[in-house]
């Protein structure tokens, strides 16, 4: 008898009673999301993948971690090759450098220039406030040579002379401009005061502090740049993949170094929807290690997705057979230490 025939005997002894039996178990098996029993899914520890790369583009100098390296926030993982930029500060330092001197020569050379346009307002207003003073002398010279000449005193010479010189004297100040102090000050033929001349200072002088600022703003930017070229891990967690290497040239937004972190104590799962009864926010569940035999974990679940989403390949309880159902976060009772991806039995009971 061949071993085709044998089978098909074999089979043919099977009472047909367990045959509708097996098949009614693999429908009630396939109708709740093809679980292992009542209740029962496939959960793991949900890792979250953190990719740390460059926000320009550049050439990877060096990698200073190794998969596997546990990292802290802010530490340097990698770094880029700083030199291009560092051609630039420098040649940033000698502008700002330069505008800076420019500024110091400007500030010198408009500080004398509006210092010597105040020494002429000064001698300017002096020279009237002496005219004024020697035309009120002249006048009472004049005044009293009237009354000496009413009596025959002096001579009519002298006091036309004196009557010379006042016309003079008057003439020359009715030439002089009049106008208020702040029209005079705005002649040149007033001294202004300090705090005017010190704004003027700056209104010179602000072009020159312009370009310095921008020059510092240019360099600020350049210091900020050099430091995005030094990759820190974001978060604290586990290297999970290192895929550039040293000499590579990237482009802006390539990854360098995937980071895996977790979120501590916290086991990630798909329900059935005809099962999602059982698993309510707040219910209790229990978790069995998958392939281990292991104490029994107890939880409670957190979260409880609102929507039906396909169920990924991983915690499929086969996976070339699609699933869907909905995604609900348990949390240890007791918090113990779990590794990013680490697969579960999830039950309700």
Known sequence: MSLKDSIRSGIGRIPAWLLVAVSAAGFWVLSHGMTLGPGTTVGYVEERL?????????????????????????????????RPLDLRRQRVQAELAQAKATLIAEQDQQDAQLQRGQIQAVRAHADVQRMRAELREVDQSVKRLST????????????????????????????????????????????????????????????????????????????YALGELTLRAPVDGIVGAILQRPGDALNAGAPVITIVTSRPGHIVAYVPERQIRNYQQGAAVYLRKVGVVVTTLRAHVVELAPMVEEVPVRARPTPSVPMWGRRIVVKLDEPVPLLPGDAFRVSAR
């Open 148 to 223: 000496l000449k009413a009596k025959q005193l002096v001579r009519l010479s002298e006091v036309e002379t004196a009557r010379r010189q006042q016309k003079s004297i008057a003439a020359d100040l009715s030439a002089r401009p009049r106008a208020s102090t702040r029209e005079l000050e705005l002649m040149g033929l007033r001294p202004r005061p300090q705090s005017d001349q010190q704004r003027r200072l700056e209104e010179r002088l602000g072009p020159y502090r312009i370009a310095v600022s921008v020059r510092e703003a240019e360099l600020a930017e350049l210091e």
């Open 50 to 82: 953190h990719s740390v790369g460059p926000v320009q583009a550049g050439r990877l100098k060096e990698v200073r971690v190794v998969l596997g390296q546990f990292v802290k926030a802010g530490e340097i993982v990698a770094q880029l090759d700083t």
